[in-house]
Nanobody, 125 residues
Framework: QVQLVESGGGSVQSGGSLRLSCTVSGDTAKDYCLGWFRQAPGKDREGVAQINSDGYANYGEFVKGRFTISKDNARNTLYLEMNSLKSEDTAMYYC???????????????????WGQGTQVTVSS
């Protein structure tokens, strides 16, 4: 069983930056495909980024170089560095883990088995 706890959300002005963290417990982060998702009110959950056990990452199309996913295996922690934030980035952000070490080509919520409770990101214009 894997437990995920997000932190680092908050309020920021448009153009600003935030770094989200996700602590993984119950198993080791290095063994899983890990991802970030977000969900805005009234919208479907969408994939932001994901990273393989070997560190290879891929991103949702809307990211366009603004966000970077990374992980620290020694700290069992997943990160999402977000820059050039826009008001449309406002959402609840979730980290998630698959039960496999390698991610599918597309960041898709259905592939993920374990989920955190989320951290709110609010970007004001």
């Amino acid at each position: 069983q894997v437990q995920l706890v997000e932190s680092g959300g908050g309020s920021v002005q448009s153009g600003g930056s935030l770094r989200l963290s996700c602590t993984v417990s119950g198993d080791t982060a290095k063994d899983y495909c890990l991802g970030w998702f977000r969900q805005a009110p009234g919208k479907d959950r969408e994939g932001v980024a994901q990273i393989n056990s070997d560190g290879y990452a891929n991103y949702g199309e809307f990211v366009k170089g603004r966000f970077t996913i990374s992980k620290d295996n020694a700290r069992n922690t997943l990160y999402l560095e977000m820059n050039s934030l826009k008001s449309e980035d406002t959402a609840m952000y979730y980290c998630a883990a698959q039960s496999l070490p390698y991610c599918q080509p597309i960041v898709r919520a259905d592939d993920y088995r374990y989920w955190g409770q989320g951290t709110q990101v609010t970007v004001s214009s």
